[in-house]
Nanobody
Framework: QVQLVESGGGLVQPGGSLRLSCAAS????????MGWYRQAPGKQRELVAA???????NYADSVKGRFTISRDNAKNSVYLQMNSLKPEDTAVYFC??????????WGQGTQVTVSS
């Protein structure tokens, strides 16, 4: 059973930065897309950013220009650099991996709180 383990969440002031990391507990073969989702209280889970095996990226409009997604294929890891954080970025952030056999893996989530 593959597990995705996230780290890097926490409490930060508005305008601050955080870097989220996600690593698989063992090798996932034929990874397609890796990404980050978030879910705020009372809201649906939404896509934040995704990156394909070829390096193409996709961002939610609300984070464009502030967040950067990257991946390390050799380490089966994906990262999310979050800058200029806003209170509305407060949510639980989930790592997501899809492979070419359409298997979907989720992390357990890491809390990001932006507050003064």
């Amino acid at each position: 059973q593959v597990q995705l383990v996230e780290s890097g969440g926490g409490l930060v002031q508005p305008g601050g930065s955080l870097r989220l990391s996600c690593a698989a507990s063992r090798i996932i073969y034929r990874i397609n897309t890796m990404g980050w989702y978030r879910q705020a209280p009372g809201k649906q889970r939404e896509l934040v950013a995704a990156i394909t095996s070829g390096g193409s990226t996709n961002y939610a409009d609300s984070v464009k220009g502030r967040f950067t997604i990257s991946r390390d294929n050799a380490k089966n890891s994906v990262y999310l650099q979050m800058n200029s954080l806003k209170p509305e970025d407060t949510a639980v952030y989930f790592c997501n991996v899809n492979d070419l056999s359409r298997r979907v893996y989720w992390g357990q989530g890491t809390q990001v709180t932006v507050s003064s």
